[in-house]
């Protein structure tokens, strides 16, 4: 049962970051948290059934997790380098162009 509250708590803290933060890597730290608390409900509903069927789904679950956290840190490297800022405010703003006049 302490898994269960653990989670809960993880999960409260990851959707609090989501919902406050501007950052970018401070709302990848909170995706993260909130897929932590999905994975620890899961594995502990898996080793519950089983422990073979519990170790398969933990290095299932590590595995995905991981190879997330790779393409939202390259989302967030490639995101920083085009906009300038990782403000997430800042980066959904369309950018100025700037405009010639032509004389005909």
């Given at each position: 049962?302490?898994?269960?509250?653990?989670?809960?708590?993880?999960l409260?803290?990851g959707?609090?970051?989501?919902?406050?933060?501007?950052?970018?890597?401070k709302v990848?730290i909170?995706?993260?948290?909130?897929a932590?608390?999905?994975?620890?409900?899961?594995?502990?509903?898996a080793?519950?059934?089983?422990?073979?069927?519990?170790e398969?789904?933990?290095?299932l679950?590590?595995?995905?997790?991981?190879?997330?956290?790779?393409?939202?840190?390259?989302?967030?490297?490639?995101?920083s380098?085009?906009?300038?800022?990782?403000?997430?405010?800042?980066i959904?703003?369309?950018?100025?162009?700037?405009?010639?006049e032509?004389?005909?």
């Amino acid at each position: 049962m302490d898994f269960v509250i653990l989670s809960i708590v993880l999960l409260g803290i990851g959707v609090y970051g989501l919902l406050t933060q501007r950052h970018l890597l401070k709302v990848f730290i909170s995706i993260e948290l909130v897929a932590t608390a999905a994975t620890l409900n899961f594995v502990m509903l898996a080793s519950s059934l089983s422990r073979e069927v519990g170790e398969a789904f933990l290095i299932l679950a590590f595995s995905t997790d991981t190879c997330v956290s790779a393409v939202i840190l390259a989302l967030l490297v490639i995101a920083s380098r085009k906009y300038g800022t990782t403000d997430i405010s800042k980066i959904g703003e369309p950018e100025e162009e700037e405009t010639f006049e032509v004389d005909a």
